[in-house]
């Protein structure tokens, strides 16, 4: 069985335009084996931020269901772990404080937080080290550059283990050097771990050179997911 899968997912962003037809997104099907990474590129506008709410159960479709690990998706997923454009640490916790955060919020660790806090501690600082920060846990976000922000910001979505990784432009901001360096540090962690990742992005490259799979978001005429076998170029 698929670990994500998309049954024919339309979605308008109210009523008004759900009452027009003029929907976001438009029959999607899509179904993502466990432990898969895939990329979806596309134009501005194609829908794929609308793609990410839906995935991470923040929208419902309005036709159609969203099945993640056999559920019906019907709210927000907690096995889901999310990094954005921009790295939005809070400025005023550390950096090891910023990674600890899903914790403090999502069940089961919430309820555990006070007893397993050096456990997780611990498990923080693996994490920043794996890229490279090590030692940067006691400083504040405006203390690191923004390459260092970010990947602070990826092992914010990795704290909790979640079983999807959802990556909307994570790279988007970096210079090409940063990024590169960040693209192996996520392929090292995916290849490690196997959990799920969802990225998507507007470079086609970094879709080939991270993703399993390259999906091709299109805008018209009907925005559809078309999946592409695109060879990669692993080393
Ligand atoms: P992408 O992320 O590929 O740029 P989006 O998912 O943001 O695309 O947008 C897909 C379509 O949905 C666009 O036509 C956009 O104008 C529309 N849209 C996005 N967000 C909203 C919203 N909150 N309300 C109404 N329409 C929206
Ligand atoms: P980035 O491309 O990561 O945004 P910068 O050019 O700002 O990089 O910084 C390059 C390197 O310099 C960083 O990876 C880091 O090792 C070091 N560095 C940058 N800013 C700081 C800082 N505020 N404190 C400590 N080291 C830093």
Redesign the pocket.
């Known amino acids: 069985a698929p670990f994500i899968e998309f049954r024919d997912v339309w979605l308008a962003?109210n009523d008004e335009?759900l009452a027009r037809g003029q929907f976001?997104v438009e029959a999607i099907d899509l179904q993502v084996p466990r432990g898969a990474f895939i990329a979806i590129v596309?134009p501005?506008?194609?829908?794929?931020?609308?793609f990410m709410k839906l995935a991470t159960g923040l929208k419902p479709p309005s036709r159609g269901s969203i099945w993640v690990d056999g559920q019906r998706v019907s709210g927000p997923l907690k096995i889901s772990g999310m990094a954005f454009q921009a790295p939005s640490l809070l400025p005023w916790r550390t950096t090891l404080d910023n990674v600890l955060l899903p914790l403090e919020i999502v069940e089961p660790y919430r309820s555990q937080f006070r007893q397993r806090r050096a456990e997780f501690e611990a498990r923080a600082l693996k994490l920043l080290q794996s890229v490279g920060l090590g030692g940067y846990e006691r400083k504040y976000p405006w203390e690191l550059s923004g390459g260092m922000q970010q990947r602070a910001s990826i092992c914010r979505a990795l704290i909790h283990e979640p079983q999807m990784l959802l990556l909307d432009e994570p790279f988007g901001a970096l210079d090409a050097f940063t990024r590169e360096e960040l693209w192996c540090t996520l392929r090292d962690l995916w290849q490690a771990q196997r959990f799920n990742v969802i990225l998507v992005t507007h470079d086609l490259r970094e879709a080939v050179f991270l993703a399993d799979t390259v999906y091709c978001m299109s805008k018209s005429p009907g925005r559809f997911i078309v999946r592409r076998d695109i060879p990669l170029p692993r080393p």
């Not at 501005?44 to 609308?50: L, P, Y």
């Open positions: 962003y335009l976001a596309g501005s506008g194609c829908g794929k931020s609308t």
